[in-house]
């Protein structure tokens, strides 16, 4: 029995990174004799084991066969004698095939084993396939855009963008199951550049299959009081990495991704005005949540944002009334910490633009003094004032809102 440290610890340690994640390949060894040292099987389509000290994951060196279309469409063969090379050649990408072996200590020891040159490819900054088993499963369209997005200063190998170019023509994509598809886009919107992951999704022509919302902003032009010289499709993605360098949560970050589907589907005869593309983005937006099962928090958040961020951009010419109105649309007195991530995208929205990026977001001191100022009345005092006449407490609440946020403001009732 030989135990491998395997892909992105190497990777990483190679880059000079720090190493977050450890898999180990075990070579030479049956799952009973996994157990009998006190390994703890997990694994549900092969051998997995947890280490009963670190509960590290452990798996048996293995080669796999493709019986179908999607990412379960597999068959594994697991046996003592399945090598190390046979277990690596099965993985995505070069850099991600190498390994070391680990010292009886648990410390590396020996040289890195890099049957398939991903030392070269890390050297030249490639991705690059490992084999032509990459065709075999969609989800590896889907991590590699991912790693797009956490290393943006490579690029692909030409012959891996054909390579999935002929993947999504022969409808593997179309085999992702929501739940994965949403597991590697949230990934990638947590990367240090987010847009790179729908730059090569988008290049191999996968964004138009998981994402049509977002792919057919790409060539809609923008307002001419934005920044014409680019189009929708960019200035989303200018806003999301906006997103991603100020470190924003996954919801405000999905929030600036979806903010302004409508637009993809604004008649032609009104562009570049994009009138009503508010009301359109929502509905898209729902259809795009139910269809990935997008967690709740996320496509709440980007239900405000999508509904409301030009509202928030215009604040600053509203009145007190205008202001409550606008909070109590946003729930921001039941949700204020969502509100303040309403407020990050849109500030995203106004700063992702040519020019705009170093310019105040006045928007956001003025919005944040109004809602201290509605939070601060009491609306349960404001209620025992009508115990006679219940019908009238809302408005009266409301008023006495609008009350606070214009002497807050300065603003007229």
Same mark, same amino acid.
């Given at each position: 029995?030989?135990?491998?440290?395997?892909?992105?610890?190497?990777?990483?340690?190679?880059?000079?990174?720090?190493?977050?994640?450890?898999?180990?390949?075990?070579?030479?060894?049956?799952?009973?004799?996994?157990?009998?040292?006190?390994?703890?099987?997990?694994?549900?389509?092969?051998?997995?084991?947890?280490?009963?000290?670190?509960?590290?994951?452990?798996?048996?060196?293995?080669?796999?066969?493709?019986?179908?279309?999607?990412?379960?469409?597999?068959?594994?063969?697991?046996?003592?004698?399945?090598?190390?090379?046979?277990? @690596? =050649?099965?993985?995505?990408?070069? =850099?991600?095939?190498?390994?070391?072996?680990?010292?009886?200590?648990?410390?590396?020891?020996?040289?890195?084993? &890099?049957? *398939?040159?991903?030392?070269?490819?890390?050297?030249?900054?490639?991705?690059?396939?490992?084999?032509?088993?990459?065709?075999?499963?969609?989800?590896?369209?889907?991590?590699?855009?991912?790693?797009?997005?956490?290393?943006?200063?490579?690029?692909?190998?030409?012959?891996?963008?054909?390579?999935?170019?002929?993947?999504?023509?022969?409808?593997?994509?179309?085999?992702?199951?929501?739940?994965?598809?949403?597991?590697?886009?949230?990934?990638?919107?947590?990367?240090?550049?987010?847009?790179?992951?729908?730059?090569?999704?988008?290049?191999?022509?996968?964004?138009?299959?998981?994402?049509?919302?977002?792919?057919?902003?790409?060539?809609?032009?923008?307002?001419?009081?934005?920044?014409?010289?680019?189009?929708?499709?960019?200035?989303?993605?200018?806003?999301?990495?906006?997103?991603?360098?100020?470190?924003?949560?996954?919801?405000?970050?999905?929030?600036?991704?979806?903010?302004? @589907?409508?637009?993809?589907?604004?008649?032609?005869?009104?562009?570049?005005?994009?009138?009503?593309?508010?009301?359109?983005?929502?509905?898209?937006?729902?259809?795009?949540?139910?269809?990935?099962?997008?967690?709740?928090?996320?496509?709440?958040?980007?239900?405000?944002?999508?509904?409301?961020?030009?509202?928030?951009?215009?604040?600053?010419?509203?009145?007190?009334?205008?202001?409550?109105?606008?909070?109590?649309?946003?729930? %921001?007195?039941?949700?204020?910490?969502?509100?303040?991530?309403?407020?990050?995208?849109?500030?995203?929205?106004?700063?992702?633009?040519?020019?705009?990026?170093?310019?105040?977001?006045?928007?956001?001191? @003025?919005?944040?003094? %109004?809602?201290?100022?509605?939070?601060?009345? &009491?609306?349960?005092?404001?209620?025992?004032? *009508?115990?006679?006449?219940?019908?009238?407490?809302?408005?009266?609440?409301?008023?006495?809102?609008?009350?606070?946020?214009?002497?807050?403001?300065?603003?007229?009732?």
């Amino acid at each position: 029995m030989r135990i491998y440290a395997v892909g992105g610890v190497i990777r990483d340690s190679l880059l000079g990174l720090p190493v977050k994640d450890r898999d180990y390949v075990v070579v030479g060894a049956t799952p009973e004799q996994m157990i009998a040292r006190g390994f703890r099987p997990v694994g549900r389509d092969f051998p997995v084991f947890l280490h009963p000290e670190t509960h590290e994951e452990y798996a048996l060196a293995r080669t796999e066969r493709k019986t179908a279309a999607g990412y379960h469409g597999f068959v594994f063969h697991y046996a003592p004698d399945v090598t190390l090379e046979a277990d @690596l =050649i099965r993985r995505d990408l070069t =850099i991600n095939a190498m390994a070391r072996e680990v010292g009886a200590d648990g410390a590396l020891v020996g040289p890195v084993i &890099d049957p *398939y040159g991903g030392q070269a490819d890390l050297a030249a900054r490639r991705f690059r396939h490992v084999g032509e088993a990459f065709v075999e499963d969609p989800v590896r369209i889907l991590r590699l855009a991912r790693f797009a997005a956490r290393f943006p200063e490579f690029g692909l190998a030409d012959e891996t963008a054909a390579l999935m170019r002929d993947m999504v023509a022969a409808g593997e994509v179309d085999a992702l199951v929501p739940e994965r598809v949403w597991q590697e886009v949230s990934r990638g919107l947590m990367e240090a550049v987010p847009s790179r992951l729908f730059e090569v999704l988008r290049g191999c022509g996968a964004l138009a299959r998981i994402l049509p919302e977002v792919d057919r902003l790409w060539g809609v032009p923008q307002r001419a009081d934005y920044h014409p010289e680019v189009d929708t499709g960019v200035h989303t993605m200018m806003v999301l990495d906006f997103a991603a360098q100020h470190g924003y949560a996954l919801a405000v970050r999905f929030a600036a991704l979806t903010h302004d @589907l409508g637009k993809g589907t604004t008649p032609p005869e009104t562009l570049p005005r994009h009138t009503g593309h508010e009301g359109r983005s929502a509905t898209l937006l729902k259809q795009l949540c139910a269809r990935l099962r997008v967690p709740n928090a996320c496509a709440e958040l980007a239900d405000v944002v999508a509904r409301e961020h030009g509202n928030v951009h215009r604040c600053a010419s509203l009145g007190a009334a205008a202001l409550v109105r606008l909070l109590e649309r946003c729930d %921001a007195i039941r949700k204020p910490s969502r509100f303040a991530e309403v407020v990050q995208a849109c500030e995203a929205d106004a700063r992702g633009r040519l020019g705009f990026e170093k310019r105040p977001y006045e928007q956001a001191d @003025l919005l944040r003094v %109004a809602l201290q100022a509605a939070l601060g009345v &009491d609306a349960g005092a404001v209620a025992a004032q *009508y115990r006679d006449a219940p019908a009238q407490i809302k408005d009266a609440v409301h008023a006495a809102r609008v009350a606070a946020v214009a002497a807050a403001t300065g603003r007229a009732a």
